[in-house]
């Protein structure tokens, strides 16, 4: 599985962004597909995943101000961020997990400051 992660940049806090994870094969097919980010000094943490049941869940410190969706026919999955902090301020890496294995995205920076 491919994974290609785009969207992120500098924004001030309080503003948006939209993350993109396109995948290479039917995101139907792969069991979770989510969102992890990894600050500078800190451990990779998960934000956000979707199973391919439809259900999600959310880290509890972006629940209410962030959203992962999916387009099934892009076979994309989005997170869109809303009331951004400083503290979001991290790289985030889109995964797959699919027969087993974990895949990764190449990552892209979200920088949250004013």
């Known amino acids: 599985v491919q994974l290609q992660a785009s969207g992120g940049g500098l924004v001030q806090p309080g503003g948006s962004l939209r993350l993109s994870c396109a995948a290479s094969l039917s995101i139907f097919n792969i069991d979770v597909m989510a969102w992890y980010r990894q600050a500078p000094g800190k451990q990779r943490e998960l934000v956000a995943l979707?199973?391919?049941?439809?259900?999600?869940t959310y880290v509890e410190s972006v629940k209410g101000r962030f959203t992962v969706s999916r387009d099934k026919a892009e076979n994309t999955v989005y997170l869109q961020m809303n009331s951004l902090k400083p503290e979001d301020t991290a790289v985030y890496y889109c995964n797959a997990q699919y027969r087993r294995l974990n895949y990764w995205g190449q990552g892209t920076l979200v920088t949250v400051s004013s």
């Open positions: 979707f199973s391919s049941g439809g259900s999600t």
